[in-house]
């Protein structure tokens, strides 16, 4: 059993920058793929990122390309969601989720394939 919490949601102007994380509550993190998801209002939720259980491959929705970083470290049991240059359509309410141990599938975008779900934190953007 995983728990995971958010945090550093809040607002911010356009073009601004945000770091959110998410703290599990036991080492076994530290063989769980995490991702990222956001849902909007009226919206279905949608995949943002992913990261490996060592980190070497991430994956990203192309919307967020080249301005979302997502990292991990696994000694803190964290994992972080650095967003730069935001945009308003950027605001949601942002989860993280974690896959069971060593999760080695094709694929990472879809929430089918996690287990465990924090709460959410909410990131709104002003334009």
């Known amino acids: 059993q995983v728990q995971l919490v958010e945090s550093g949601g809040g607002l911010v102007q356009a073009g601004g920058s945000l770091r959110l994380s998410c703290a599990a509550s036991?080492?076994?993190?530290?063989?769980?793929?995490m991702g990222w998801f956001r849902q909007a209002p009226g919206k279905e939720r949608e995949f943002v990122a992913a990261i490996t259980w060592d980190s070497s491959s991430t994956y990203y929705e192309d919307s967020v390309k080249g301005r979302f970083t997502i990292s991990r470290d696994n000694a803190k049991a964290t994992v972080y969601l650095q967003m730069n240059s935001l945009k308003p359509e950027d605001t949601a309410v942002y989860y993280c989720?974690?896959?069971?141990?060593?999760?080695?599938?094709?694929?990472?975008?879809?929430?089918?394939?996690?287990?465990?779900w924090g709460q959410g934190t909410q990131v709104a953007v002003s334009s």
């Open positions: 036991r080492r076994t993190f530290n063989t769980n793929v």
């Open positions: 989720a974690a896959t069971g141990p060593y999760y080695s599938g094709s694929y990472y975008n879809t929430e089918r394939i996690y287990m465990y």
